[in-house]
């Protein structure tokens, strides 16, 4: 509504309650009325319902206010993908099904790289390897790509995983990179 | 590059950055104002107050418009309470405004905060911000203080009605649309 | 100063909740038959109306920065003194500024923010200390957020400022880097496709064991007898061209914040301080979305303007711009300006396969290329030992098909890098 139709409204608002508040410590001015027990009733529901309605309505619009773009500091390499394993940690397993792979791949074809250097297989010997576990002996860095390995009721697997800062799939991740590492700088 | 036009929306559950001191410090004069209002108390009203109390400051400390708003909720309620166990009408008022100031002042130091940072000082507003919700707050519970002073108590129908049809129009009137 | 920008008003709905105060207080004093909740509804109204009837205040704003030192030595201290003035004919309640800091100037004491009450005419001084590092800064406009004086309603403007810093770093001190085809032991293997005008100049100097027969100067010989070797300007003079990759992913950082686009800026200011002693012409061209190009020169005047247009030239911005890149664009724009016979050293992080993709691109054009870059990655996250292993993969893939890769460590100084790398390439 337009400002002037609002000043309006709120004129003629402002007016009623005054004189309303007048009735109401003046009884003499209202003299001729009745008052009514269950009326007083009703009208205490109907402003017991707007106040519903009225926080309601308040709950649901947003404050706004200017915000400041803060300086951004440069990103130091790696964050990124930090951040999205920290993120999948958080999130429920099915939620984040995409972003493992994605992950997964990613690393995958690092990992393929260096066993096709390291051990001088073709890469698809070295995918194999990969899927089956067989590259390395830490039991973590292998199932991070041979997921068949994994078994959900592992209990000390559980057990390390209710106290730990990282989510599994945090820790398999870190371990297959720490074993690509250390193949790489054994020939080194 | 402006960041004209980039504005923040309120998000009731996060905590925030710590108000400036002067807020929480304006805040909390206000609580205790609250509270001395409704202490010549029925019993029940008393410590819903102070409680509220509690929870706005905490707001105050956390930098959270949620707890600061059910703080300020609760402060009301005990408030409301208070006058409709036969507390003193002037304490309720009284203790309604001062809830209302310390709920503005300490949210004001919120806002002061996310947009200028903790380490900014922004004294002279936080004052003649807290003056001027005051000055509103008193000159409104003021004049239906010195109304209800002047003519004695008793509650016809017609003027209720009408007090409801005046809230109803005044809240039409201050919604944007 | 120029005009502001259209300004942006908004309502905060901080008052919103008036309405609820007003009926939870008709609603309690009705129930409970009491006046004291009923004088509340006074009290919610009055916020409400209050609310309702007050505007955005007016920002007209007067913005004066007074700067210590606008040409500052990196690592130097500017302080700033911001002043602002209300030009406007009503006071602004509740004023907040925030100053347009650029990216570059980190803030090392005080605040760039503040939050005031401003008569017209009225004034409020902001001061606060930034710390210079390389590269041209311009401030932002100034951002003031002015509200009524209960904080219903907002108004945003910019304010924009002409203040800029100019920070020029020197030049690294010069770096001895082995180049394909110049050294003096090719000499007489190396193709000189400058065409022509070879035999007319020409120095003379003592002989060294290992330089060919046919190049020894024997009519000198049969004079005085003495061994001298005759060196052709063009066989140890070469042209080259720094391509610096300026690319917004270079803008990673290392464990002390500086990023890898500065280490490659600093070791084409080395390498190329070190070719143009020995007499080599060097020239510098910016590899991302701005471009700053300076043709290959020699002397103390260009060392000048090479250090000048590295530090304050569009092409190398120290924080990173975020416009659009297109490879095909800036090859093309590198073909035309660098001469045909000029080497390249492309000084570049290597952090995707575009930097593979474009040493290829170059190499194919029939330039020398050797890559020296700077490694910012720091042992510690997997994202980073991730990073690691990509990089190295790619750094192999370039030196196992197109060329010389100079991979340095920046925790350690270039030198220490270079001299590792002079031992693997004879």
Redesign the interface.
Known sequence: MSRVTAGRLLAVGLVFAIIGLLFVFNPRMAANHSVSGGFLFIVGVIGVLFVGVELTSAYRTDRQQARPRDPSPLPKPGEELDATLEAIGEAPFNESVEDREAVRERIGRIAVRVLVRQFGCSPSEARERLAEGTWTDDPDAAKFFATELIDPDDFFDNLRASFADESRFERRARRAVTELIALEETDD | MSALGDFALDDLADDGPRPTTYSQYLGLLAVAAAIVAVAPATAISLPVVVTGGVVLAAGGLRGSRAWLTRGYALMVAGGLLHGALGGSAVGTVGAVIAATIAWDVVENGIGLAEQLGTEASARRSVIVHAVAVTAVGGVAGGAAIFVSFVFANNQPLPALVLLLFATVLVTASIRQG | MTDS?RP?E?????W??????????????????????????????????????VTPPDVTLDVEHEVSDATPDPGDEVDVELTVRNEGSNTI????V?D??P?GL??VDG?P?????LRPGGTTTVEYTVEAGRGRHEF??L?A?GRD???AQ?R???VPTDVTVDCVAPLEAPASLPLRGQTAQQVGTVTTNTGGSGVEFHTVREYRPGDPLKRIDWNRRARSGELATIEFREERAAIVVFVIDTRVEG???DSR?V?AVEHAIDAAGAVGRGLMDDGNRVGVASFGPSWTYVPPGLGRDHEVRLRDRLSLGDGFSP??DRSKFVLGLALRRIQKHVPENAQIVFCSPV?DEVAVETVRRLEAHEHAVTVISPN???R???????????R??RIRKIRQTYGRVLNWNVEEPLEVAIEGARRRWS
């Open positions: 920008e942006i908004r309502e905060t709905y901080r919103i909740g008036m309405a609820a105060l007003a009926f939870a207080g008709l609603a309690v004093g009705v129930l409970s038959s009491t006046p004291g909740p009923l004088l509340v509804v006074a009290v919610g109204i009055g916020y409400a109306a209050a609310a309702r009837s309640p509740d004023l907040r925030v347009g800091v990216d980190p803030v605040t923010r503040h939050g005031t009450t932002d406009p951002l957020i004086w209960i904080g907002e945003e403007v910019a803008y990673v950082t914040g990023s924080t990173p952090v910012v990655i720091d510690g996250s997997v994202g980073a030992d991730v990073e690691r292993l990509e190295e993969e």
